[in-house]
């Protein structure tokens, strides 16, 4: 999968970085998420999607390179 | 701006909201307004000004409409549903703002929020609240919790993350407590929110010339310094962190121990444990179960929003029931059990959408610290008066919570 993060919308809630660590990453200067992994294996297909639901500002999109293993 | 109320008359028998709890079950939210939301879960409310704007209630309509861009926090909208005749949110920073305004505003005071700076005021919050625990215990027996340990905490956390020296807290306290009172006029609120401001554009002046390790320091330096941002503005973030780096958190530190105190195994599971997953996940729980923003979160509909089966038009009020919508039986398997294991971490405690809590990080880090440093050092705490002599605050209130919780050990 292929995630990216729209900084415009990020408000810097940092649940992703709560939820998927390693994969997401704050700025130090306002705390705006960063891509850290932006390219990450499936083992954290789980944690990114999470990420994606509970991003307040729907600033994280994923692109599915692996649509068989997604869920529902 | 459309007035919805004249397109569109609401019938004399909309019920009013807020509605009292249950006597016996100060945790859980009205039964009659969960009926209510259970048969309609959108459907009208009256306020008290008499406007009847809509209460939302289901966690997916919560959840994905706060994050919805045709949604506005802003005040200035004629059918905003104020929670109180004080009206103490009209104009309140970026926490009324729509975006982008929102967020460029909410990105100046971002920074200490950020995961990584939060988890590294973790052993300073230790500290404090083994402070506070320390001077409980050398005082008299039985104590307020509300008075000597839930106020106290978050105070002194935010004073010092804000740079305001904790001796003016009571001041702060005071005037915020008059400023956010729901029986206090218009007129009484805006003078308390004056006095507030006025202190804080002073402190930010004075950081100016001897600034310190704090975020009102930063705000000086780096952005009024450039003029990016007025003096005022400033004052004003620090106003919104002064406001909600106080109630909130004391209120759940409060309430938690009180139905944790009610609830000795699920108590047990925090006090016995050293896994901060587990803390981390009975905090979530704490949240979603208590929902302490009682009041809500206000909005109004900029377009016309078709939810739930209904035609909500442009212009009219909305509030979202977090309270509610966390305990929603669709997506929490029997909502009213608190089960400090089980997942709950997509509540809505902490609002939704852009404008979902900026001190979220703080004040989990704050709850986690503090109940099972509570429990494990005072493991004897108890109740000193009967469930039905605690002063729960009243169904108006912003924040729900105690007024009092008296203790022993």
């Known amino acids: 999968m292929r995630v990216t993060i729209d900084q415009d919308m990020c408000i810097a809630s940092g649940l992703c970085v709560i939820v998927a660590e390693g994969i997401f990453g704050q700025r130090d200067e306002d705390g705006v998420a960063v891509p850290l992994d932006p390219n990450p294996s499936d083992e954290h297909a789980d944690a990114v999607r999470e990420a994606v639901e ?13 649509v068989a293993g997604e869920r529902a | 701006m459309i007035d919805s109320r004249a397109a569109a008359p609401a019938p004399a028998d909309v019920p009013e909201y807020p509605m009292s709890r249950a006597a016996g079950c100060p945790f859980d939210p009205s039964p009659e307004l969960r009926e209510l939301a259970a048969t309609t879960p959108v459907t009208r409310v009256r306020i008290w000004n008499g406007s009847t704007p809509w209460l939302i209630s289901r966690h997916e309509d919560v959840r994905r409409l706060l994050k919805d861009s045709r949604v506005s926090a802003s ?39 950020a995961i990584k700076r939060v988890e590294a005021m973790r052993p300073a919050i230790r500290q404090i609240v083994d402070d506070v625990i320390d001077e409980m215990l050398a005082g008299p027996n039985p104590v307020d919790l509300v008075k000597a340990m839930a106020y106290p905490v978050p105070a002194r956390v935010i004073c010092a993350l804000l740079g305001v020296p904790y001796a003016d807290d009571d001041f702060l306290c005071d005037r915020v ?30 950081k100016r010339t001897d600034p310190g390790d704090d ?11 450039a003029g990016t941002l007025s003096a005022h503005e400033a004052a004003i973030l620090g106003l919104l962190l002064v406001i909600a780096g106080h109630e909130t958190t004391a209120n759940m530190i409060t309430l938690g121990t009180l139905v944790l105190l009610e609830h000795p195994d699920q108590l047990a599971i925090l006090r016995d444990t050293d896994d901060p997953t587990l803390i981390a996940g009975a905090v979530e729980e704490l949240l979603r179960y208590l929902s302490v923003p009682q009041s ?5 509909a900029l377009a016309d929003i078709e939810v739930g089966g209904v035609h909500i038009r442009a212009g009219e009020g909305l509030i979202f029931a977090s309270d509610l919508a966390n305990r929603d039986e669709s997506v929490y398997d029997d909502p009213d059990r608190l089960d400090l294991r089980r997942p709950a971490n997509r509540h809505a405690a902490f609002g939704g959408g852009p404008h979902q809590c900026l001190g979220q990080p703080l004040a989990r880090v704050e709850l986690q610290v503090f109940y099972p440093a509570l429990f494990r050092r005072i493991p004897t705490l108890r109740r000193a008066a009967e469930l039905d002599q605690i002063p729960f605050k009243q169904p108006g209130e912003s924040i729900y919570g105690v007024n009092a919780l008296p203790v022993t050990w």
């Open chain 2, 296 to 300: 809500g979160r206000r909005r109004v």
């Open chain 1, 54 to 66: 509970l991003c307040p500002a729907r600033a994280i999109a994923v692109a599915e390179s692996d």
């Open chain 2, 215 to 225: 975020l009102l320091s930063d705000l000086a330096n780096e952005h009024v310094a």
């Open chain 2, 177 to 206: 407590e008059v400023m956010v009172d729901p029986a206090s006029t218009g007129e009484v609120s805006k003078a308390a929110r004056k006095e507030l401001i006025a202190y804080l554009e002073q402190v930010v002046a004075d």
């Open chain 2, 75 to 113: 005040t200035d909208h004629p059918n905003y549903p104020f929670s109180a005749p004080s009206m103490f949110m009209a104009n309140l920073g970026f926490l009324t703002m729509d975006d982008p305004e929102h967020t460029r505003q909410r990105r100046f005071v971002t920074r200490p929020f």
